[in-house]
């Protein structure tokens, strides 16, 4: 017997990431009658980040899932959005273009993808720390974190911004702009006031934001300069910490209502992380494909939350890639992937993905780059100046971003 396969399983096509992207990716592959396997390292499915905004765009890519009407009955469509400066006494309309945008609880998008897929698709508790990719072996070995090898045909990595996947492939790291975000949610079980939008408030460098989710439900976020204090209430993972220090560090100089949303939040839903981003310049000229291994959503393209389609920008990923790779695998029985002939179709149908994919994420994350330098802490009038040029000419209709269709599987 060979001792060095006790611990080793074996699947045709492995997903590494149990998120929105990695579980839409292998909905879309279900929904066209091909089998796979996410690996998750949780314990559970996740939904940190409280909620997420979906624009028209991520609306279709949703519908293409199957899973769109069930999500609309879970949370009501935004009427627009306002931008306050607090500092300045001003505030303006923010557009939120053409089509229906709702702000969706994380915990509601992801059960939706998972509840989808057949019993036995998610894989948790297991934590991919490396790959082998070929010459070096027949095909993709992925290790994991308690010993074990998963040998496979095919790997999708939607393991999120620290992806081992997009290391692998020789990606560039994601970089950090100097700004922590805090989010969470408020229940109000008696019914809120709000009104449904958007609504985005600034003083000096810290924004707060407020998006209601439905009528007892409220999104909120907390955007400000990253400190050596940020960083250890994030090593500490204490949520009662994080409140603190949204209400004491960032809302004291903003309306009494805001602090009083964050006293009243969900402890359970409250999440500090420092904003990542792959630059554009990194996009335009990443090699996403070896062999047959690619990456999707955060792992390809993290981007700041300041236009509010990092996790539509996944979905749209998922739909393109599970078609191109039905367009290859069509048919093939999963017991033949590991033919050379299999193999080669499906490092085409990578390709096609990636080539569909790579100018839409440029933009993106070029549109989000500029806009996120605009919420630095103290722009220099320089960075301003520039940001706001380059906006004025690659972006004439800054909302034209949501127009994308990334069409049906």
């Not at 070929?134 to 074990?148: E, K």
């Not at 839903?269 to 990456?295: H, I, K």
């Amino acid at each position: 017997m060979d001792m060095s396969k006790v611990n080793e399983e074996e699947y045709g096509i492995v997903i590494v990431g149990g998120g929105i992207c990695g579980l839409a990716t292998a909905l879309a592959l279900h929904r066209k009658g091909i089998k796979s396997v996410v690996l998750e390292r949780s314990e559970s499915v996740r939904a940190s980040g409280a909620a997420i905004a979906i624009l028209a765009n991520g609306w279709r890519a949703l519908h293409s899932l199957g899973v769109a009407s069930s999500l609309r009955l879970t949370a009501l469509p935004l009427q627009g959005g306002r931008e306050v400066s607090l500092d300045k006494g001003l505030t303006k309309k923010i557009p939120l273009g053409i089509g229906e945008t709702r702000c969706l609880k994380r915990s509601d998008l992801v059960n939706a993808l998972a509840d989808s897929l057949p019993p036995g698709t998610i894989k948790f508790g297991c934590q991919v720390v490396s790959v082998k990719l070929p010459p070096r072996t027949s095909h993709p070995i992925l290790q994991l974190l308690d010993g074990r090898s998963i040998v496979t045909k095919i790997v999708i990595g939607c393991d999120g911004s620290n992806s081992v996947i997009a290391d692998c492939l020789g990606l560039k790291h994601a970089r950090e702009f100097s700004l922590s975000a805090v989010r969470g949610l408020t229940n109000y079980p008696n019914g809120h006031a709000f009104p449904f939008e958007g609504v985005r408030m600034r003083r000096n460098n810290t924004i707060v934001g407020r998006v209601p989710i439905h009528h007892k439900l409220v999104y909120w976020f907390v955007i400000q300069r990253s400190s050596s204090s940020a960083k250890d209430v994030k090593a500490s993972e204490d949520p009662e910490i994080i409140r603190q220090l949204a209400v004491k560090s960032a809302v004291n100089d903003f309306p009494a209502e805001l602090k009083q949303m964050i006293e009243d939040s969900d402890l359970e839903s409250l999440s500090l992380t420092r904003l990542r981003y792959r630059a554009p310049w990194d996009l335009l000229m990443a090699n996403f494909r070896q062999g047959t291994v690619t990456v999707a959503g955060d792992a390809m393209h993290v981007m700041g939350p300041f236009l509010g389609q990092g996790g539509s920008a996944g979905l749209e990923d998922a739909v393109v890639l599970g078609r191109c790779l039905a367009g290859k695998l069509g048919g093939v029985d999963g017991a033949k992937y590991g033919r050379p002939e299999v193999m080669k179709k499906v490092a085409e149908g990578m390709d096609e993905y990636v080539k569909e994919r790579r100018m839409r994420v440029v933009r993106l994350s070029t549109q989000t780059y500029l806009t996120g330098l605009l919420f630095q802490p103290d722009p220099s009038l320089l960075v301003k100046v520039v940001c706001i040029v380059l906006m004025a000419v690659l972006f004439r209709d800054p909302m034209n971003h949501v127009r994308y269709d990334c069409g049906t599987l």
